[in-house]
C-alpha cells in the first residue's frame, strides 16, 4: 500500500490553507500474515456494509434464542448484589485482555471479554501528578490494542488502531498523568473490531483525582460508587453475544457494572456515583423512581464550576457523569430505582439498609475553569452516513489535516441523519459553545471540559478546542461503535 498524501477532511476556513505532509505505512507490513482467518471474515461483513448499509447485520450471528433471565422492564424482577470493581493503581500495572467466565449476578457462568478475568475491568485509580506504567498483554485470538478514553497522552500512548498488537503480543506504556480530577475509561481501539470488542467486555473505569477535588470532601470510600452502564445480549446459555446492525448494536438487556438487574445496599447518607455510558450505541436517559434529582457536579472532563439539579439526563457512548445522590431523610426498606426513560429499563435499585447520620453539605461552588475564545481556525466536519466524515472513509494510513499545537479552533460538527453520532475527539477535551437545529439547545452536563459530544439528526455543534498537551497523530471519530468500525473516523495530526 503506497502512502497517500493528506487530505483536509478537515476544512479549514481560513486563507492560511493547509499543508501536505507524508507518513510512512508500516502497518501493513507490521501485522502480515498475524491476522486469524475469523477477524479477517469480519472485516470483508464491514467493508461490505459500507456499499450495502441496508444490510440487517455486520457479523452474521444469529440474533435468534436471546435468554430472558431477568433484566429490567415490568414485572417481578430477581435482583442481584451490584457487582464493585477492584481498584488498583497503574502504576506498574500487568494487564491482559482475554477470554473469561463471569458471574452475571445469578451465579450462571457467562462467557466474556474481560480484561484482569474482570468484567468490567478493574478501576484504575491515580493522582494528578502520578506516572503510569502498565503492560497490556494480548491474549485474544485477534489483534487488539487499548485506548484510555479522556487520558491526555501522546500518540504512543494513545492506543491508535495503527499501534495494535497480535494475539500473545505485548504493549507497553508509560506516560505522566497530566490532567485535572475526572473520571475516563479503558477500552480496546482496533479498526473493524472496536465494537466486538467493547460489547464483548473489555471496559473499565479510570479515575484520576487531584487536590481541588479533594478539597470539596465529596463522598468517597462506600460512599462513591463507579457505574458502567450498558446494553448486552446472550444466547441460549446465557453467554454475551455480538450481533448489531449497521445502524449499531441495539441489546435486548440492561447491565450495570456487568451485572444483571442489580440492587445496591445503601446508607442513609449523600451518595457520589460516577456514571459511564460504556454501550456501543445506546442512548440512556437517566431519572430516579422517587422525583429527587441528580446532583451534577461533573462530565467528562471532570467537576463543573457550579452544582445543577438536574431531573433527566440523557448521556451517549463514551460520555460521562458525575452525581449526587441524596438518601438522607429515607427509611430503611425504601426502595429507589435508577431508570432508563428511553427503554423504560429499571437499571439498579437502591435498597435503604441502614440508618447513619450524614452532615456532609452538597458544595455549590465547584470548580474555576479556563474559557477558551477567539478561535484562529474554524474546520467543519460533517457526519454522513453511517461511514463518511467529510465524504470520506477513515483509512488507517492517511492524514486528512493538521491542528496547530496551542492554538484555539473553533469546531462544527453537523449530521443530517443517521444520527446519534457521539462525537469523540483524542488528544485534548473541548468546550461546547453551542447546538442549533434538532434540540437547539446546550444541557447542563454540556458544559465544562468535555471529550465527547451527542450530535443527533439535524444538529449542528460548535465547540471551542486547543490541543496543548502533546503534538502527534490523534482520532476524531463516531463513538457509536459500529459506525466506527465501519469507518466514521479521521486521522489529524498536531503539528
Known amino acids: 500500500m503506497k502512502t497517500e498524501l493528506i487530505q483536509d477532511t478537515g476544512r479549514i476556513e481560513t486563507s492560511k490553507g493547509s499543508q501536505e505532509v507524508r507518513r510512512p505505512t508500516p502497518y501493513e507490513e507490521a501485522i502480515s500474515g498475524q491476522t486469524t482467518p475469523n477477524s479477517w471474515t469480519r472485516r470483508m461483513f464491514l467493508e461490505a456494509a459500507l456499499v450495502s448499509v441496508g444490510a440487517a447485520a455486520v457479523a452474521g450471528v444469529p440474533v435468534s434464542g436471546l435468554a430472558a433471565r431477568g433484566g429490567g422492564g415490568s414485572g417481578t424482577v430477581t435482583r442481584y448484589p451490584l457487582h464493585i470493581p477492584p481498584i488498583v493503581s497503574p502504576t506498574g500495572l500487568s494487564l491482559t485482555a482475554a477470554p473469561a467466565v463471569a458471574n452475571l449476578g445469578d451465579g450462571k ?8 478475568g474482570y468484567f468490567p475491568g478493574p478501576t484504575l485509580r491515580a493522582n494528578t501528578g502520578d506516572y503510569a506504567t502498565i503492560m ?36 507497553s506504556y508509560a506516560f505522566p498523568i497530566v490532567q485535572r480530577a475526572c473520571l475516563n475509561w479503558y477500552h480496546p481501539h482496533p479498526h473493524m473490531i472496536t465494537g466486538e470488542q467493547v460489547c464483548l467486555g473489555l ?3 479510570f479515575i484520576v483525582n487531584d487536590a481541588e477535588e479533594a478539597a470539596l470532601r465529596l463522598p468517597s470510600g462506600a460512599y462513591e460508587v463507579p457505574l458502567i452502564v450498558r446494553d448486552a445480549n446472550l444466547d441460549k446459555k446465557g453467554n454475551l453475544i455480538y450481533n448489531p446492525t449497521t445502524t449499531g448494536f441495539d441489546g435486548k438487556i440492561p447491565l450495570v457494572n456487568g451485572t444483571r438487574s442489580p440492587y445496591h445496599d445503601v446508607d442513609t447518607a449523600l451518595y457520589r456515583f460516577r456514571v459511564l455510558n460504556g454501550a456501543n450505541a445506546r442512548l440512556f436517559r437517566l431519572s430516579l423512581s422517587n422525583g429527587r434529582p441528580f446532583h451534577l457536579i461533573g462530565n467528562d472532563g471532570g467537576l463543573l464550576e457550579t452544582r445543577t439539579e438536574v431531573g433527566q439526563i440523557e448521556f451517549s457512548p463514551g460520555e460521562r457523569l458525575d452525581l449526587l445522590v441524596d438518601f438522607r431523610g429515607l427509611s430503611n426498606g425504601d426502595k429507589v430505582m435508577l431508570r432508563d426513560l428511553n427503554a423504560g429499563w429499571d437499571l439498579l435499585e437502591f435498597r435503604v439498609a441502614q440508618q447513619v447520620t450524614d452532615g456532609s453539605s452538597i458544595p455549590t461552588t465547584l470548580s474555576s475553569i479556563e ?9 467543519t466536519f460533517e457526519f454522513e452516513g453511517m461511514s463518511h466524515i467529510n465524504g470520506q472513509v ?23 441523519h443517521n444520527a446519534p453520532h457521539p462525537v469523540h475527539v483524542h488528544g485534548a477535551s473541548f468546550q461546547v459553545q453551542s447546538r442549533s437545529g434538532g434540540r437547539g439547545v446546550l444541557f447542563p452536563w454540556e458544559h465544562g471540559w468535555k471529550d465527547t459530544v451527542l450530535l443527533e439528526d439535524g444538529e449542528t455543534v460548535e465547540v471551542f478546542i486547543r490541543f496543548s498537551g502533546y503534538k502527534g497523530e490523534y482520532l476524531l471519530h ?3 461503535l459500529e459506525h466506527e468500525d465501519m469507518g466514521m473516523m479521521s486521522n489529524f495530526v498536531v503539528v
Not at 143 to 150: L, V
Open 109 to 116: 457462568p457467562s462467557s466474556v471479554l474481560a480484561y484482569n
Open 136 to 171: 497490556l498483554q494480548n491474549g485474544l485470538s485477534d489483534e487488539t490494542i487499548t485506548h484510555w478514553h479522556g487520558m491526555i497522552v501522546d500518540h504512543a500512548n494513545d492506543g491508535h488502531p495503527i499501534s495494535v498488537i497480535a494475539p500473545g503480543a505485548s504493549y
Open 203 to 205: 471496559a473499565g473505569a
Open 371 to 379: 474559557k477558551l475564545a477567539n478561535p484562529a481556525w474554524t474546520r
Open 394 to 416: 477513515y483509512d488507517l494510513n492517511r492524514i486528512d489535516f493538521q491542528v496547530p499545537f496551542g492554538q484555539t479552533e473553533l469546531w462544527r460538527f453537523t449530521t443530517g
Open 478 to 480: 463516531c463513538h457509536k
